[in-house]
């Protein structure tokens, strides 16, 4: 191929441009790269080899652009920001023709304020590999940083509000492993942050299992709060209770739980105190009933010690007879047995009464339960001239609870059905109690009066604690009674008996299978 075809080809390859089309050219690679500046970036420079800024180009979208800085190094500008020893790391990147990028410095603005800015650089080398300088970028990031700033404060005061708080913050993932706490997360367990984060409740939580997260986690999915109580376990091994409230939430497309946990020691204490208080109360409120009706425990028990003297005595005749009556002495001997066990039942259940202790749960047969009650107030009734009428259902199913409690209720309801109607002379003094199934198919108790009967205006606060309408009352009465058939699962409640008194009734749920 000769020299001139091949000028000729290279002539179709790169076609000889005129000088006004390198002029024209030149211009619009100028336009092209301001555009890109204005539009990318908010400055444009390039530095000497000594790092003295030699050109500056600033966007016009500025709304306060800086003073040119020709001639000056970026060092020597005024600045705020960084400190020392960032500067010489950077100017040591200079020094060594290393490219950079993002290095950050803020300069002061005449207002008093801080005008920050990100620049990005790279060396520039002639053929000969001898640096000439850099070229490079800026960004004013000022509204970056002041948001960041005003996020940080957020964070800081949340982070405080969250340290100081009383209770216990955790936040987990959908494994349960633990990715942030707060102060208190590390005082009330005894462990470090560093030690905490990374941990599964599985090891500080004692009533915690595989099972028991992912019961919670399918509630709290479904947009629920778990509340649950719990025991959790210190570093040092010791155990304190808490409740623990869990919420689901979804942070940068990933699912995780918050948990709230709250030592509830005092509470749990508190409530323990309450619960020996109600248990003194109700004692109490045994022994003042059982005070009433001394007279009528007299009798239940005089009544079988008489009988069996008169045996033992009938039984001596029968042996000095001659000859001897075996059978009639073996009957004697049976009938002292009888009345024997028959005191101690009364005794047991007058023990059983005033005890403080309760008894276990046990299937009652409600009907028995109050007749025993019954026998005992025998005497109160007849003291007051008061008539008693039962009329208790027939095949009545066995409930489950603490007799001796349900047995309290009846002789309270008794014991004031007879204060009340002695308190007017007006006969009749009726008394009936009654049984039956009711529409849920547990038990329904009636005690049932002639006295005066209820205010209507007070019937409602009859159930509240130290409210009472006798000149000697607490008002402890009724509100142990309300308690003990709630306790049992059923309801307390008081209305207008017909055509005159007053009527108390409460439910009874059918023994659990």
């Known amino acids: 191929m000769s020299i001139a075809r091949e000028q000729q080809r290279a002539t179709m390859r790169y076609p000889v441009q005129t000088p006004s089309e390198i ?22 420079w390039e530095t000497d080899a000594q790092h003295r800024f030699i050109r500056q180009e600033f966007a016009n979208t500025l ?23 960032e500067w010489r790391k950077h100017r040591e990147t200079l020094d060594a023709h290393l490219p950079f990028r993002d290095f950050e410095l803020a300069r002061p603005t005449p207002g008093g304020g801080k005008r920050y800015v990100s620049v990005s650089g790279l060396p520039v080398f002639d053929q000969t590999g001898r640096f000439l300088g850099y070229r490079g970028v800026g960004r004013h990031i000022t509204e970056r940083k002041r948001v960041e700033e005003a996020l940080r404060e957020s964070e800081a005061r949340f982070r405080t509000f969250v340290d100081h708080a009383t209770d216990t913050f955790m936040l987990h993932n959908e494994d349960g492993e633990v990715l942030d706490v707060n102060r208190n997360a590390c005082e009330s367990l005894g462990y470090g942050r560093d030690e905490m984060i990374g941990m599964t409740p599985f090891f ?133 047995v009888t009345d024997a066990n028959r005191a101690g039942e009364v005794i047991n259940w007058i023990r059983a009464l005033i005890k403080k202790t309760p008894a276990r749960k046990e299937s009652i047969d409600v009907n028995n339960a109050i007749l025993d009650v019954v026998t005992l107030a025998r005497s109160e009734l007849l003291k007051h001239g008061v008539s008693l009428q039962t009329d208790l259902a027939t095949g009545l199913p066995f409930i489950e609870g603490y007799r001796v409690q349900l047995q309290q209720v009846v002789l309270n309801l008794i014991l004031n059905a007879v204060e009340a109607m002695s308190c007017g002379d007006e006969p009749p003094r009726e008394l009936r109690i009654s049984t039956m199934r009711n529409a849920s198919g547990g038990i329904l108790v009636a005690v049932r009066d002639s006295g005066p009967g209820l205010d209507p205006a007070i019937v409602n606060r009859l159930f509240e604690p130290f409210y009472t309408t006798k000149p000697q009352g607490i008002g402890m009465g009724l509100p142990i009674c309300s308690s003990i058939i709630e306790a049992h699962g059923g309801r307390f409640w008081a209305g207008v008996n017909e055509p005159r008194g007053a009527v108390f009734q409460f439910t009874l749920p059918l023994e659990r299978e």
Request: charged share 30%.
């Open 63 to 85: 709304t306060d652009p800086p003073v040119s800085e020709i001639g000056k190094t970026r060092w020597e500008v005024p600045y705020l920001e960084p400190e020392p020893e």
């Open 204 to 336: 500080f939580d004692l009533e915690l299992n595989a099972a028991t997260w992912e019961r919670n986690r399918e509630h709290l999915k479904a947009g629920g709060v778990a509340t649950l109580e719990s025991r959790y376990r210190r570093k040092d091994g010791t155990v304190f209770p808490v409740e623990v409230r869990m919420r689901e939430f979804c942070q940068g497309g990933q699912r995780k739980i918050i948990s709230l946990s709250r030592d509830i020691t005092e509470r749990k204490r508190a409530a323990e105190a309450l619960r020996e208080m109600q248990a003194e109360l109700t004692h109490a409120n045994r022994a003042a009933a059982m005070g009433q009706i001394t007279a009528s425990v007299a009798h239940e028990v005089s009544q079988p010690i008489t009988a069996m003297l008169c045996n033992a005595e009938a039984a001596l005749s029968w042996l000095d007879c001659q000859p001897s009556n075996v059978a009639e002495v073996r009957r004697a001997l049976a009938t002292i």
């Open 23 to 44: 002029v024209e050219a030149l211009r619009e690679s100028e336009e092209r790269f301001r555009t890109l500046v204005q539009f990318s970036f908010d400055v444009y």
